[in-house]
């Protein structure tokens, strides 16, 4: 069985850590080749160097700015010729610079906007100047990442449940829109659910209570254990494959059972 992503040509944003570097190094070792974009610079170009010059290449792209989407997306065009997958993974939760309150009632207005711009705005743009790329061959597969929070409410993070619920309709509306045009173009959305990335930092701290920590976030969650980054991964490939030619407005959820409800705890004699 060959790579399932033989020959493909792909462009993921927020790719230099965590989600977005795990899917940009498994999209390659499937055969694709990736362009590996962030605004962290230094990190996406280290991320593209270590996987191979000749699977992925760094780009620079502030998914808020359409110059730079115009600019990075016609760059694939006249290098590669064109663009079969475009994974919208960039986000913030918008406690990366300073502990603010993101509640309903005392989150303020500017750092509302802060989070949508990347979380809503960022995909808007993406799925817009994806389906101009792919209109080139007329099909293509185009993979939203939303979040577990963007199917529940959370009440300390509000614009980051609100960008992220978003994303999760404006999936649907881009697949149907796509369909509507008679386009092979599929677009699907997935939810992480307590997958330990670099995004979890702040939460967990370090030191000795840092295990004691973690135990606590996953306590809840059936499988009992944090998610890795790979695995949201390996359900990217799965969307950007042929494999999944009739998936189009889906929504995939990987959080080890949190949305379907807490698992019962064995008694202990």
Known sequence: MGARLDGKIALVTGAARGI????ARVFAAEGAFVVVTDLENEGARRVAAAIDPQHARFDDLDVRN??????????????????????????????EARPVPHDPENATLEDWRAVHATNLDGV?????????AMRRTGEGSIINISSRSGLVGIPAAAAYASSKA????????????????????????????AVLTPMWEPMLGSGPDREARMAALVADTPLRRFGRPEEVAALCVMLASDEAAYMTGAELSIDGGLLAGSAATPEVD
């Open 20 to 23: 977005g570097e795990a899917i």
């Open 66 to 95: 359409e110059e730079d989407w115009r600019r990075v997306v016609d760059d694939v065009l006249t290098r590669e010729q064109r663009l079969d997958i475009v994974v919208n993974n960039a986000g913030v939760t918008g406690f």
């Open 124 to 132: 808007f743009l993406g799925c817009k100047h994806a389906i101009r």
């Open 166 to 193: 978003a994303v999760r309709n404006h999936t649907k509306t881009v697949a149907l829109y796509c369909a509507e045009q008679g386009l092979k173009i599929r677009c699907n959305s997935i939810h992480p659910g």
